[in-house]
């Protein structure tokens, strides 16, 4: 068997890149005051109502389409191999389905993360999704899902 062959039948996350050691620090360096740190503290707004009664909409920086990866800069190889690592909709499907949470929203929104104007993101696209997430689907709970 040839080793490209060989290579096609190992497990995607043995052969997957890591991120680079220093990651973080390399990420506040060039763009300051873009991580949150423990002094960005926001309260969490009360459930107005049980879990089991509320609308949940799922919110991820995952970059996913259509359960396609969109997002590059970051190895998604067991995403490849199971979506619901960091856009978890069948377990939210089930969640729903055991009544756990009352039911879930017709659309989830998912972003590419990575992004050098981070202002800019949370004026526009965040607030459009904010706004969606109140008045188009009208979520009672909404579950950020980090990529």
Request: glycine letters at 4%; aromatic letters at 6%; proline letters at 6%.
């Amino acid at each position: 068997m040839t080793e490209a062959a060989e290579s096609l039948k190992q497990d995607p996350r043995e052969i997957g890149q890591q991120l680079r050691p220093g990651l973080w620090q390399t990420i506040n360096q060039r763009y300051p005051s873009s991580m949150i740190t423990k002094a960005d503290y926001v309260p969490l707004a009360r459930l107005m109502k049980p879990l089991n009664e509320a609308r949940l909409t799922l919110i991820s920086s995952c970059g996913v389409h259509m359960m396609i990866i969109h997002q590059l800069k970051y190895p998604h190889d067991d995403a490849d191999l199971d979506i619901n690592v960091i856009f978890p909709i069948e377990r939210l499907q089930e969640l729903a389905a055991e009544g756990m949470i009352g039911g879930l929203t017709r659309n989830f929104f998912s972003f590419i993360g990575y992004n050098m104007d981070p202002e800019r993101f949370e004026q526009i696209v965040a607030a459009d999704i904010a706004c969606a997430v109140c008045e188009d689907e009208q979520a009672d709970v909404a579950l950020l899902v980090p990529a």
